[in-house]
């Protein structure tokens, strides 16, 4: 089996800072994913990587950049912290290419921006 | 573009009765559809998946038949327990090449005693 980590737990940030939420896997997956999730919305996907250096936007990609340094991490920046945003962000892994495969989540790191 | 809907966002159940969640789907592509289950504090969990029109898949007590006719996945269990108050998650893939897990707003499950 193996494990994805995400640090830190809890982010407490302020309106307009640059925040950098981290995440690393050790099951070997090529695919990488950043999902945030909302009471009552559900999961939305913000960047997917296939492999190492590619990035792909999702739907909610705007005010976010991401980074695939290596095969096993994923970084996601939030560029500008909005004031009373509140949401926990779950990275997620999975094998390449088929898809019924599972996804696999970490705990996820949850935001408060004051 | 590719939808899941699930109706209900809270469920409350006392221990030992049946439950049925709902999930309906919408795509012009072939699905693959899925049960994510999220304990509270914990990552969310693969609970069973189908792509097989009119097969009944099981895992852990918990049961779904995906209708391609109907476009549902609806979850059940014939009798619920107290560990199974959790948030429950229909996703969906479907075969147009980027294979991106699309999420239902989430449905969350209470059993009482």
């Known amino acids: 089996g193996g494990i994805i980590t995400q640090t830190p737990k809890f982010l407490i940030g302020q309106e307009g800072q640059k925040l950098t939420l981290k995440c690393q896997q050790n099951f070997n997956h090529d695919t990488m994913y950043w999902y945030r999730q909302d009471s009552g919305k559900g999961l939305r996907l913000i960047y997917y990587s296939i492999t190492e250096n590619d990035l792909q936007k999702g739907d909610l990609s705007e005010g976010y950049d991401a980074s695939r340094e290596k095969k096993s991490s994923f970084s996601l920046t939030v560029t500008s912290a909005q004031k009373n945003e509140m949401a926990v962000f779950l990275c997620?892994?999975?094998?390449?290419?088929?898809?019924?495969?599972?996804?696999?989540f970490g705990k996820g790191t949850r935001l408060t921006v004051v | 573009g590719d939808s899941v809907t699930q109706t209900e966002g809270l469920v409350t159940l006392t221990k030992g009765l049946p439950v049925m969640l709902n999930c309906t789907y919408q795509t012009t592509y072939s699905p693959f559809l899925f049960w994510y289950v999220q304990h509270l504090n914990e990552a969310p969990k693969l609970l069973l998946k189908?792509?097989?029109?009119?097969k009944r898949t099981e895992h852990q007590g918990f049961y779904a038949t995906l209708h391609k006719s109907s476009s549902s996945f609806h979850l059940q269990k014939s009798s619920v327990q107290l560990s199974d108050s959790a948030l429950y998650f229909c996703a969906l893939t479907v075969s147009s090449g980027s294979w991106q897990l699309i999420f239902g707003s989430g449905t969350q499950l209470t059993v009482m005693p």
């Open positions: 997620a892994s999975s094998r390449a290419g088929k898809g019924n495969t599972e996804v696999f």
């Open positions: 189908s792509s097989t029109d009119n």
